[in-house]
């Protein structure tokens, strides 16, 4: 084995005749604190080169707020050729993980750490992943993801072994390598200290139950679009107020359903009442001037008071 120290001060183990494409055996890095820690079991460990060292997890990795561990799934698989998935029962399109490697990478991994953790498999058929799923694991000590490949894995696996089920969307990805980078960057961003500002996370989409109002930076007026006055005024109680308005607004155009459960004062209710009342009105009247039937394609942003 050849061992060389990686920006991030973690230790990458390769076999001297990998070429790239092999397992990463990742230690823990040397200022590790018992922050969250991480074990992903995958057959394709290296699908997690780059998004794990930049930004936001980068950060959280080096500040020990989390441990993330790849192991995979192949070196837990018994005979000479190692196979880790097969045809599946019934006949249909498509191989399947078989049970066995997975069973015994998950018995392996558990018993690195006292905490047990609990096992997440990313799959289509799981819970859907939204911000309070993500706060609620991101209270946790320790989470083994299990990626899925192919048609998935063993309704074994699904059955004994794993405690809990995410997916991150009404669609499916080729691996639940993808799911699982999502998974983790969302919960990193939760833990103390990783992102810069805790303000913009209690602001950000999702946090309060509202979609966020609209951003702008410099420069003030681009290509003959102004930004709004209100920003530029200096006036921190009235960027508020239309930071909110604008949440409202966007969420109740954008995310009706969001809307119904939101905490909004009786005033606020009022008040997008007749903005979309007054947006409803101008609405008519354009389509008084022009023949097209509203299209349902992409949505343009509302526009801004
Ligand atoms: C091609 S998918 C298999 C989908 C499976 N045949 C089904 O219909 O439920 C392969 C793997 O990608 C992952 N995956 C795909 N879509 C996902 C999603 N929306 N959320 C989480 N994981 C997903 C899962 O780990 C899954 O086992």
Redesign the pocket.
């Known amino acids: 084995m050849l061992s060389r120290r990686c920006a991030l001060r973690w230790s990458i183990r390769l076999p001297a005749d990998c070429a790239g494409s092999c397992a990463l055996s990742l230690i823990r890095p040397a200022r590790y604190d018992r922050g969250v820690r991480i074990d992903i079991l995958s057959l394709f460990p290296g699908m997690f080169r780059g998004p794990f060292d930049e930004s936001i997890m980068g950060r959280a990795r080096q500040a020990g707020r989390i441990d993330i561990s790849l192991h995979n799934i192949r070196d837990y698989a018994e005979g000479r050729h190692q196979v880790t998935d097969d045809y599946g029962f019934g006949g249909g399109p498509?191989m399947v993980?078989k049970p066995q490697p997975i069973f015994d990478a998950v018995a392996a991994v558990r018993a690195m750490d006292a905490e047990a953790g609990r096992v997440v498999?990313?799959?289509?058929?799981?819970r859907t992943l939204t911000q309070a799923i993500v706060r609620e694991l991101a209270t946790l000590p320790r989470l083994i993801l299990?990626?899925?490949?192919?048609?998935?894995?063993d309704e074994r696996v699904r059955e004994r072994l794993v405690d809990d089920e995410?997916?991150?969307?009404?669609?499916?990805?080729?691996?639940?390598e993808?799911?699982a980078i999502v998974l983790v960057d969302a919960v990193a961003r939760e833990l103390p200290g990783v992102v810069g500002s805790p303000a913009s996370l209690v602001e950000e989409s999702h946090a309060s139950g509202l979609l966020e109002y609209p951003q702008y930076t410099r420069p003030a007026a681009f290509r003959g679009m102004e930004v709004p006055a209100i920003l530029l005024s200096g006036h921190h109680g009235e960027v508020a107020k239309w930071r909110r308005r604008q949440s409202l607004l966007r969420t109740a155009l954008r995310r009706p359903d969001m809307l119904a459960r939101a905490s909004i004062t009786a005033a606020e209710r009022a008040w997008l009442a007749q903005a979309l009342a007054t947006r409803e009105t101008v609405a008519a009247s354009e389509d008084e001037h022009t023949d097209q039937a509203p299209h349902s394609g992409p949505r343009r942003p509302p526009a801004i008071e």
């Open positions: 498509g993980m498999l990313l799959t289509p058929q799981g299990l990626c899925g490949h192919y048609e998935g894995v995410i997916s991150i969307g009404d669609y499916v990805v080729s691996g639940g993808i799911a």
